[in-house]
């Protein structure tokens, strides 16, 4: 199965300031189509998970572009260029190219 | 507006039975795959199952084959999993999720299984 290793597993942050996570898969999630099969979610408390981005950089609809995805193969990242009180969440990485689907264990962004 | 919307959870039995539904609407339903995923409380979503816009093909976590079955009915815009053989460690919300440009766009409110005696 692939791994998906997110860090880190919490990150604190001051509002206005940017944040990044890192999540490093254990196979290349490049398809042969060029696209890079990796999504990113927040999840609210007592909410199921939102997407923010997919096929690696590509933004979901509605979400705001202080979010960006980047990276390709094993290592990836997901920036918040700058926190607001409202991104206080836990986010996953997630992997739908090889079965099983896997996620990665999670970070939880919290306000200093 | 795309919606889905679980039901079927419950308090169950180990070694016990339970069908999950998950209505559709707002899309093409048989357009797309559609997906289970479960989070245990206080951890991570684990996928379950997928299946195929036909229902031709079917895809299961090692942890639930032969246990949980996927199936969908096109023409009721619904997505079923039927459960069986219930443990402790299966307890957990399920949640129901649409697939489309690799990854899960929308996702439903979730159903809560507790599987205790």
């Known amino acids: 199965d692939v791994v998906l290793t997110q860090s880190p597993l919490s990150l604190p942050v001051t509002p206005g300031e940017p944040a990044s996570i890192s999540c490093r898969s254990s196979?290349?999630?490049?398809?042969?189509?060029?696209?890079?099969?990796l999504a990113w979610y927040l999840q609210k408390p007592g909410q199921s998970p939102q997407l923010l981005i997919y096929?690696?950089?590509y933004r979901a609809s509605g979400v705001p572009d202080r979010f960006s995805g980047s990276g390709s193969g094993t290592d990836f990242t997901l920036k918040i260029s700058r926190v607001e009180a409202e991104d206080v969440a836990v986010y996953y990485c997630?992997?739908?190219?090889?079965?099983?689907?896997?996620f990665g264990g999670g970070t939880k962004v919290e306000i200093k | 507006e795309v919606q889905l919307v679980e039901s079927g959870g419950g308090l169950v039995q180990p070694g016990g039975s339970l069908r999950l539904s998950c209505a559709a609407s707002g899309f093409t339903f048989n357009n797309y795959w559609m997906h289970w995923v479960r989070q245990a409380p206080g951890k991570g979503p684990e996928w379950v199952a997928n299946i195929k816009p036909d229902g031709a093909e079917k895809n299961y976590v090692d942890s639930v084959k032969g246990r949980f079955t996927i199936s969908r009915d096109n023409a009721k815009n619904s997505l079923y999993l039927q459960m069986s053989s219930l443990r402790v460690d299966d307890t957990a919300v399920y949640f129901c999720?649409?697939?489309?440009?690799?990854?899960?766009?929308?996702w439903g409110q979730g159903t809560l299984v507790t599987v205790s005696s």
């Open positions: 196979q290349s999630l490049l398809h042969n189509n060029g696209y890079n099969y």
């Open positions: 999720g649409r697939a489309q440009s690799g990854a899960l766009d929308y």
């Open positions: 096929l690696g950089s």
């Open positions: 997630m992997q739908p190219l090889l079965s099983p689907v896997t």
